[in-house]
C-alpha cells in the first residue's frame, strides 16, 4: 500500500502560468481533500469530494479547480497562478469525514 | 476570528516527561476534536481524536482530555520520547451538526521539542 501520493514534490512557477497536482489514494476511499499549509497557520481546505465525480468548495476554493473523474484520483488545477497561491499543499483521503490519511505535501512557489 | 487556537507555538520537553498540549476553541458548535502529528517534509498524520461525548479518550501513551464548559483539550504524552518531537495540530468539526469536511478547522499548531 502506497497510502496517498502526490505529484510533483516541489514546483516553481512564474505568474500566470498554469498547473495541475496529482493525488492518489490506494485504500479505496470515498473522500478526498485539498488543503494548503502557510507558515505559520494552520490547513485551510480548499476542494474535497465525497465520491467519483462529485467534489466541492471549502474555506478557500478561489484560484483553484478540482476534478475526481476516478474514485483513486483527485487533481488540483491552477488556470494562473498568482505569488499569493505560494504554499505547500497536501492532499488527504478517508472513507468518512474528518481526513485521516495525508499525503507527503507538494511545496509550490510562484514567482 | 480564530476559532480553534494554540497558544503556545512551541513547548520544549525532557525526555521521559510528560508533554502536555493545549487547544482552545471558541464555536461551541464544534462536538468532534481530533489531533494530527506532522513531522518536517511531510504530510500530517492522525493521532487521535475525541467525540463531544466524552472527557478523555486514550491509545498508548497519548490521551486527549476535552473539558467542553472551558471549550479547552489537551494532549498528554507520557512518557515522551524523542519521535515525538513533532509539530501537532488541534483540529476541531461540528460533525454532528453535518459540518461535514468543510467544518474541520485547524490550530496553528504547536512545535513539540523532546530534549534528551
Known amino acids: 500500500n502506497a497510502g496517498v501520493t502526490q505529484t510533483p514534490k516541489f514546483r516553481v512557477l512564474k505568474t500566470g502560468q498554469s498547473m495541475t497536482l496529482l493525488c492518489a489514494q490506494d485504500?479505496?476511499?470515498?473522500?478526498m481533500y485539498w488543503y494548503r499549509q502557510d507558515p505559520g497557520m494552520g490547513l485551510r481546505l480548499i476542494h474535497y469530494?465525497?465520491?467519483?465525480?462529485?467534489?466541492a468548495k471549502g474555506e478557500v476554493p478561489d484560484g483553484y479547480n478540482v476534478s475526481r473523474l476516478k474514485k483513486q484520483n483527485f487533481l488540483l488545477g491552477l488556470e494562473s497562478a498568482a505569488p499569493s497561491q505560494t504554499s505547500v499543499y497536501f492532499c488527504?483521503?478517508?472513507?468518512?469525514?474528518?481526513?485521516?490519511?495525508f499525503g507527503p505535501g507538494t511545496r509550490l512557489t510562484v514567482l | 476570528d480564530q476559532q480553534v487556537k494554540q497558544n503556545s507555538p512551541s513547548l520544549s520537553v525532557q525526555e521521559g516527561r510528560i508533554s502536555i498540549l493545549n487547544c482552545d476553541y471558541t464555536?461551541?458548535?464544534?462536538?468532534?476534536f481530533l489531533w494530527y502529528k506532522k513531522y518536517p517534509a511531510e504530510g500530517p498524520t492522525f493521532l487521535i481524536s475525541?467525540?463531544?461525548?466524552?472527557d478523555k479518550n486514550e491509545d498508548g501513551r497519548f490521551t486527549v482530555f476535552l473539558n467542553k464548559s472551558a471549550k479547552h483539550l489537551s494532549l498528554h504524552i507520557v512518557p515522551s520520547q524523542p519521535g515525538d518531537s513533532a509539530v501537532y495540530f488541534c483540529?476541531?468539526?461540528?460533525?454532528?451538526?453535518?459540518?461535514?469536511?468543510?467544518?474541520?478547522?485547524f490550530g496553528k499548531g504547536t512545535h513539540l521539542i523532546i530534549q534528551p
Open positions: 488527504a483521503s478517508s472513507f468518512r469525514d474528518p481526513p485521516r490519511f
Open positions: 485504500m479505496n476511499h470515498e473522500y
Open positions: 469530494s465525497v465520491g467519483e465525480g462529485t467534489t
Open positions: 464555536n461551541s458548535m464544534f462536538d468532534y
Open positions: 475525541i467525540s463531544s461525548i466524552k
Open positions: 483540529a476541531a468539526s461540528e460533525l454532528g451538526s453535518g459540518g461535514g469536511a468543510d467544518g474541520l478547522t
